[in-house]
């Protein structure tokens, strides 16, 4: 059997003209279209049925290999300069195995001193270190990112034996499952996409993890019971506008960790909190930090 071939359009443009040339590879009977940014800068937490372009584009469109793309190379010919387009490519694309080609560049990582996070399908070694396995599906979530690479070497630094802990913006889950292997008691995961309870919940089952250990919640339905260990990876306006909520999750005594924050917004932050947290500690990476504090008695 042949392999099947397809025919990529790929364009760079600019975010006010996405919505034209989205409709322009439709009309050619587009099988699927990407919008990715030029300068590889992620966007995190969007809304619920939010959709947060960056200015700078790359609009991919995948056809199938017999399709006529003349009228809609004619198109973007004609309209390079309306539309902003620095330049587009027409380029033939052999059938892969998508997952495996992801995959491949998604190494084992290190995190701490004995903090590990593994693809689903890599060989996993025997020795004592503790280890994830990990798909992170359509949410948010690798270890890769700075934000998540702080939240990870805090818990391994301060691993939440016979804690309580919530994960509030779980994505993947990969806070609670790095705490549920760390030696937590009960572990909430909250996310406000459904898609990221989905996620934690396979990658659950992918590492033996029970649902009597880590419980999955849309934040409405997120018991109110104080924790332990309140983790929140998510960004600086939604840790302003929540913070009497995760107060309030927070026992006193307890630990807050806080991430998804600029350099530049820290203060901020900390000025928010600390009417109720005390002991707060600072760590950087690259342009991000991660805030810890104690919930003040």
Known sequence: MSEQRWLQLVCYTKEDSADAIESAMEDANALSITLQDKFDNPVLEPLPGEVRLWKDLIITALFDYDTDLESLNTILSKNTEA?????????????????????????????????????????????DSVKILLDPGL????????????????????????????????????????????????????????QALIATKDNMQRNSISFDKISCYLPPDCPAEP????????????????????????KNGGKLVLSGLLNEQKQQIIDTYSADFKDFEIKQLDDWVRISATKAS
């Not at 997952?99 to 996070?117: A, S, T, Y």
């Not at 030696?183 to 459904?194: F, L, M, V, Y």
């Not at 600086?236 to 927070?250: D, M, Y």
């Open 83 to 127: 539309w902003n387009i620095d330049k587009f490519l027409i380029e033939t694309v052999e059938d892969q195995d998508w997952e495996r080609v992801w995959m491949k560049d998604f190494h084992p990582m290190k995190f701490g001193q004995n903090l590990w996070i593994y693809p689903s399908n890599y060989d996993i070694p025997i020795d």
């Open 139 to 194: 949410a948010f979530g690798t270890g890769t990112h700075p934000t998540t690479a702080l939240c990870l070497e805090w818990l391994d630094q301060n691993p939440p034996i016979n804690h309580n802990v919530i994960d509030y913006g779980c994505g993947s889950g990969i806070l609670a499952l790095a705490a549920a292997k760390l030696g937590a008691n009960k572990i909430i995961a909250t996310d406000i996409d459904p």
């Open 227 to 250: 924790v332990d260990l309140l983790l929140a990876n998510i960004l600086c306006g939604p840790l302003n506008e929540l913070f009497p909520t995760l107060s309030s999750l927070t």
